[in-house]
């Protein structure tokens, strides 16, 4: 299994911008297939976004499509996500998760099939 870090988290006003990092460590990061978690208090996890071996394709919920970017470094073994125009109901915890699989085209959006998860980090947008 791959090892996950998440940073980049924070307290921003409502319109403004964040970049997550999700850094990977143990194997190739490559050969994984990654997603972007939230939770907020109270709430289920919810998909944020996912994107494909290469970061070919990408896939987004539709509460942050536009705003939201998935993307990768493969070289540097790390995720991103940039969010802009936060919004106060973007406030949760964040994660990142991988997922080792044979297909390059694989793109996941269901937290039950990611076998491995980051920490998490915060995200506030205040009003």
């Known amino acids: 299994q791959v090892q996950l870090v998440e940073s980049g988290g924070g307290l921003v006003q409502a319109g403004g911008s964040l970049r997550l990092s999700c850094k990977a460590s143990?194997?190739?990061?490559?050969?994984?297939?990654m997603g972007w978690f939230r939770q907020a208090p109270g709430k289920e996890r919810e998909f944020v976004a996912a994107?494909?071996?290469?970061?070919?394709?990408?896939y987004y919920a539709d509460s942050v499509k536009g705003r939201f970017t998935i993307s990768r470094d493969n070289a540097k073994n790390t995720g991103f996500l940039q969010m802009n125009n936060l919004k106060p109901e973007d406030t949760a915890v964040y994660y990142c998760?991988?997922?080792?699989?044979?297909?390059?085209?694989?793109?996941?959006?269901?937290?039950?099939?990611?076998?491995?998860w980051g920490q998490g980090t915060q995200v506030t947008v205040s009003s």
């Open positions: 998760a991988a997922q080792n699989t044979i297909a390059v085209g694989t793109m996941i959006v269901s937290p039950e099939e990611y076998d491995s």
């Open positions: 143990g194997t190739t990061f490559s050969a994984y297939a």
């Open positions: 994107i494909t071996w290469r970061g070919g394709s990408t």
